[in-house]
């Protein structure tokens, strides 16, 4: 992507005018563009410590604030739902006025945000919140934490050339269960005994020092030399049928996902009995194996120009292992003398499928982004990860529904029809037949 894109409302002429007669630009060394991606790590890392690591809390915030299990789910819902209202207006100023302001707005003001809440919105002994204040509260961080995606997915794609690009959102993407696995490690222990003060006072700190980052390293990419062919520019992405379907496929593929982040913890505390410890070792072990896998996949997507293959085996594998899960849990109660045994495989088992529902994520937003082309990056980002944070809403606010209605077995089977559903979406298009 070239430094013009910014400036999507003018022509290329008086775009390359007002570079010229601009003053000097800045002189970056080959190896900046690693800096960049550094900063995207940094600030999807931060964020996600906060949309992750806050559900991974569940069991210390329902007890904390007095919540019912609906209430909870409400409460985490929210959260996401504040995402998926912002990403795409976030999206389209990313396009107009360029990553590195919008990034700085948003990582400041969600940092200010979540300071405010650690002095205000926490358990006291002279009173606790109630789950409308919480709940507005996880909702103003969503809309103002939608900024990160869009923002620093555009900044990679104007920074690396076509056959870095899959590896380099990869590597990107695995800030998402990075931050999200130092959160599931760090926060529940963190509120046991500290409090909600400290949990949303580091938090703060995190997007905080992003912000600093950005500050200091993140630039567009100069005139001369840069990354992106100028004939990439594509159509609208809100016209592109081929954007919203990969859009689509992608929040479908998410849901699952969400489910894992958000009562994987709920569901190894109720029904297989795990203590904190244990169950912040299995979430930090899905966000690890996510991280690794989606390095990999990058790297070898990039290599064999197979995106579209490796987004279908990714759902094929969730599909079944959730499927797994759902025998297992509907195995337990049938089986009293093996139950032991059971509950011991269930923890392994939801590993194995939150990391395959996990490990695709760069490959995909690449796909996504190539599709959109170099002026629209921002904008076909943020629509997809629009329909993934609605998962973050409806998710949380369905599974204690699900559970009413049939335990955790109707949780683990809706997961693994989501995932087989959008197998078929990442089907290339066939191209028809010259007359």
Same mark, same amino acid.
């Given at each position: 992507?070239?430094?013009?894109?910014?400036?999507?409302?003018?022509?290329?002429?008086?775009?390359?005018?007002?570079?010229?007669?601009?003053?000097?630009?800045?002189?970056?060394?080959?190896?900046?563009?690693?800096?960049?991606?550094?900063?995207?790590?940094?600030?999807?890392?931060?964020?996600?410590?906060?949309?992750?690591?806050?559900?991974?809390?569940?069991?210390?915030?329902?007890?904390?604030?007095?919540?019912?299990?609906?209430?909870?789910?409400?409460?985490?819902?929210?959260?996401?739902?504040?995402?998926?209202?912002?990403?795409?207006?976030?999206?389209?100023?990313?396009?107009?006025?360029?990553?590195?302001?919008?990034?700085?707005?948003?990582?400041?003001?969600?940092?200010?945000?979540?300071?405010?809440?650690?002095?205000?919105?926490?358990?006291?002994?002279?009173?606790?919140?109630?789950?409308?204040?919480?709940?507005?509260?996880?909702?103003?961080?969503?809309?103002?934490?939608?900024?990160?995606?869009?923002?620093?997915?555009?900044?990679?794609?104007?920074?690396?050339?076509?056959?870095?690009?899959?590896?380099?959102?990869?590597?990107?993407?695995?800030?998402?269960?990075?931050?999200?696995?130092?959160?599931?490690?760090?926060?529940?222990?963190?509120?046991?005994?500290?409090?909600?003060?400290?949990?949303?006072?580091?938090?703060?700190?995190?997007?905080?020092?992003?912000?600093?980052?950005?500050?200091?390293?993140?630039?567009?990419?100069?005139?001369?030399?840069?990354?992106?062919?100028?004939?990439?520019?594509?159509?609208?992405?809100?016209?592109?049928?081929?954007?919203?379907?990969?859009?689509?496929?992608?929040?479908?593929?998410?849901?699952?996902?969400?489910?894992?982040?958000?009562?994987?913890?709920?569901?190894?505390?109720?029904?297989?009995?795990?203590?904190?410890?244990?169950?912040?070792?299995?979430?930090?072990?899905?966000?690890?194996?996510?991280?690794?896998?989606?390095?990999?996949?990058?790297?070898?997507?990039?290599?064999?120009?197979?995106?579209?293959?490796?987004?279908?085996?990714?759902? &094929? +594998? #969730?599909?079944?292992?959730?499927? =797994?899960?759902?025998?297992?849990? $509907?195995?337990?109660? /049938?089986? !009293? %003398?093996?139950?032991?045994?059971?509950?011991?495989?269930?923890?392994?088992?939801?590993?194995?499928?939150?990391?395959?529902?996990?490990?695709?994520?760069?490959?995909?937003?690449?796909?996504?982004?190539?599709?959109?082309?170099?002026?629209?990056?921002?904008? &076909? +980002? #943020?629509?997809?990860?629009?329909? =993934?944070?609605?998962?973050?809403? $409806?998710?949380?606010? /369905?599974? !204690? %529904?699900?559970?009413?209605?049939?335990?955790?077995?109707?949780?683990?089977?809706?997961?693994?029809?989501?995932?087989?559903?959008?197998?078929?979406?990442?089907?290339?298009?066939?191209?028809?037949?010259?007359?």
């Amino acid at each position: 992507m070239s430094a013009l894109v910014d400036c999507t409302d003018q022509q290329p002429t008086q775009i390359l005018q007002d570079r010229v007669a601009s003053p000097a630009e800045e002189v970056f060394s080959p190896g900046h563009r690693w800096k960049v991606l550094g900063i995207g790590v940094a600030a999807n890392a931060s964020f996600s410590a906060t949309f992750s690591g806050i559900p991974a809390t569940a069991v210390v915030l329902r007890q904390g604030y007095h919540l019912s299990n609906a209430e909870l789910g409400i409460a985490l819902g929210v959260l996401g739902l504040g995402v998926a209202l912002s990403e795409l207006p976030w999206g389209l100023l990313t396009d107009r006025w360029g990553d590195r302001r919008v990034l700085l707005i948003g990582l400041g003001a969600t940092a200010a945000w979540l300071l405010a809440m650690a002095m205000l919105v926490v358990p006291t002994r002279s009173g606790i919140p109630d789950v409308m204040l919480l709940s507005a509260s996880l909702l103003v961080t969503g809309l103002l934490g939608g900024s990160v995606n869009g923002s620093s997915g555009r900044a990679i794609m104007g920074w690396f050339r076509e056959n870095e690009r899959g590896f380099a959102m990869s590597i990107r993407q695995t800030a998402v269960p990075m931050g999200g696995g130092i959160g599931a490690l760090v926060l529940p222990s963190l509120a046991l005994v500290f409090g909600f003060s400290a949990v949303f006072g580091l938090l703060a700190g995190a997007s905080a020092l992003s912000a600093v980052f950005a500050w200091r390293w993140l630039h567009e990419p100069p005139m001369a030399g840069h990354v992106v062919s100028p004939d990439v520019a594509g159509p609208a992405p809100l016209r592109n049928i081929e954007v919203w379907r990969i859009a689509t496929a992608i929040g479908l593929l998410c849901f699952p996902q969400v489910a894992v982040l958000t009562f994987a913890s709920v569901f190894l505390h109720d029904f297989a009995g795990l203590g904190t410890a244990a169950i912040s070792a299995s979430l930090a072990a899905v966000q690890v194996g996510a991280m690794v896998m989606r390095v990999w996949s990058g790297r070898y997507t990039d290599r064999h120009g197979n995106r579209r293959q490796f987004l279908r085996l990714c759902s &094929a +594998l #969730s599909a079944l292992a959730f499927a =797994v899960l759902w025998l297992l849990v $509907l195995a337990a109660p /049938a089986m !009293p %003398g093996s139950q032991p045994y059971l509950i011991a495989v269930l923890p392994l088992v939801l590993i194995v499928a939150g990391i395959s529902v996990s490990a695709w994520h760069g490959v995909a937003y690449t796909e996504l982004a190539t599709l959109a082309g170099a002026g629209h990056v921002g904008t &076909a +980002l #943020s629509l997809a990860n629009t329909f =993934v944070f609605v998962g973050f809403f $409806l998710v949380p606010v /369905a599974i !204690p %529904g699900l559970l009413h209605l049939g335990s955790w077995s109707g949780v683990w089977l809706s997961a693994s029809l989501c995932a087989l559903i959008a197998w078929p979406i990442f089907l290339r298009p066939v191209a028809p037949r010259p007359a």
